[in-house]
Antibody, heavy 116, light 107 residues
Framework: EVQLVESGGGLVKPGGSLRLSCAAS????????MNWVRQAPGKGLEWVSS????????YYADSVRGRFTTSRDNAKNSLYLQMNSLRAEDTAVYYC?????????WGQGTLVTVSS | DIQLTQSPSFLSASVGDRVTITCRAS??????LAWYQQKPGKAPRLLIY???TLQSGVPSRFSGSGSGTEFTLAISSLQPEDFATYYC?????????FGQGTKVEIK
């Protein structure tokens, strides 16, 4: 069974940092493009970042470029999102999701709240 | 960036109704479009990918069509479990973008 489990969310002050993790199981992690998508409270979905299977290509939304860094460890079947210089508008549920032909499996999400 | 505009934003319908949701792209995206269903407090669920391919396990009452700039998600006979918010997403080019969502509620 495919499972994606995010962790690392919580309350952080503006300007602070947080590192999210996504533990994958039930599939060959190293074969898939992995992604972060977020959803602010009561709002729609926003793509954040994608990383290719071997980390050769990494893409970011303009809203997070320069502040967020996506990485993966294929040996540990894990995806990461390092979030620095956090702002109130980064408050959201962060989902990790895998892509092959499409984005077919999503984790349950982890809530990040940026507030003083 | 490619903008996706869904219509309507809100839809009120009854069980058994046929409903359609439209997603228009600001430029051509071939068939690189997916549709998701999301219920409150849950992760999105993939329904349709490549504009018209039904994801495994998704009921056949869901269908997708279109290419280029105009796409449609149809539900042939609305069931109680279909009341949710639906999103389209383009995967033609980065940055990936989503439509603003269509909330389907019980009439």
């Amino acid at each position: 069974e495919v499972q994606l489990v995010e962790s690392g969310g919580g309350l952080v002050k503006p300007g602070g940092s947080l590192r999210l993790s996504c533990a994958a199981s039930g599939f060959t992690f190293s074969n898939y493009i992995m992604n972060w998508v977020r959803q602010a409270p009561g709002k729609g979905l926003e793509w954040v970042s994608s990383i290719s299977s071997t980390s050769t290509y990494i893409y970011y939304a303009d809203s997070v470029r320069g502040r967020f860094t996506t990485s993966r460890d294929n040996a540990k079947n894990s995806l990461y999102l390092q979030m620095n210089s956090l702002r109130a508008e980064d408050t959201a549920v962060y989902y990790c999701a895998r892509k092959y032909s499409s984005v077919d499996y999503w984790g349950q999400g982890t809530l990040v709240t940026v507030s003083s | 960036d490619i903008q996706l505009t869904q219509s309507p934003s809100f839809l009120s319908a009854s069980v058994g109704d046929r409903v359609t949701i439209t997603c228009r792209a600001s430029q051509g995206i071939s068939s690189y479009l997916a549709w998701y269903q999301q219920k409150p407090g849950k992760a999105p669920r993939l329904l349709i990918y490549a504009a018209s391919t039904l994801q495994s396990g998704v009921p056949s009452r869901f269908s997708g069509s279109g290419s280029g700039t105009e796409f449609t998600l149809a539900i042939s006979s609305l069931q109680p479990e279909d009341f949710a918010t639906y999103y389209c997403q383009q995967l033609n080019s980065y940055p990936w973008t989503f439509g603003q969502g269509t909330k389907v509620e019980i009439k």
